[in-house]
């Protein structure tokens, strides 16, 4: 059994397989997850798991390079844009909800997540541990 990180075995094998500037999001309950990417269905109710609490765990067990935020979130989930601008700071892209949506198309997993407020997805860039 694992000791530490993520211990979801999905999640762990998606991580353990990322290359260099591969990608997968991290998504709310209400994102749509297009047919070819894999879903990886984390909701046991509404709320919980949260998106923030996956979010920490997966970046504790991931080298991440970059990660993109809508725009929207700005205007509609302040507090969840401020807490991303302070865990990502200059790394952080914010592109129009649309244009996330398509670039979730390339990701090689989406974690659903149960979170029920507006615009909580992101999408993270693996970056390189050498």
């Known amino acids: 059994m694992k000791r530490n990180g993520v211990l979801n075995s999905h999640i762990s094998q998606v991580l353990s397989q990322l290359g260099h ?35 920490k765990v997966v970046l504790s067990d991931m080298k991440v390079e970059a990660a993109v935020i809508a725009e929207e979130m700005q ?22 909800h649309s244009e996330l949506k398509r670039k979730t198309t390339d990701s090689h997993a989406i974690i ?11 999408i993270l860039y693996s970056g390189v541990i050498f």
């Open 21 to 55: 500037t591969d990608s997968i999001a991290i998504a709310d309950c209400g994102l749509p997850i297009p047919r070819n990417v894999e879903r990886i269905d984390l909701v046991l109710e509404l709320g919980k798991p949260s998106f923030i609490d996956t979010l």
């Open 75 to 96: 205007d509609h989930n302040p507090a969840m844009y401020e807490e991303m601008r302070s865990i990502f700071g200059d790394s952080l892209q914010v592109v129009p």
């Open 112 to 122: 659903r997540t149960g979170e029920a407020t507006p615009f909580a997805n992101i």
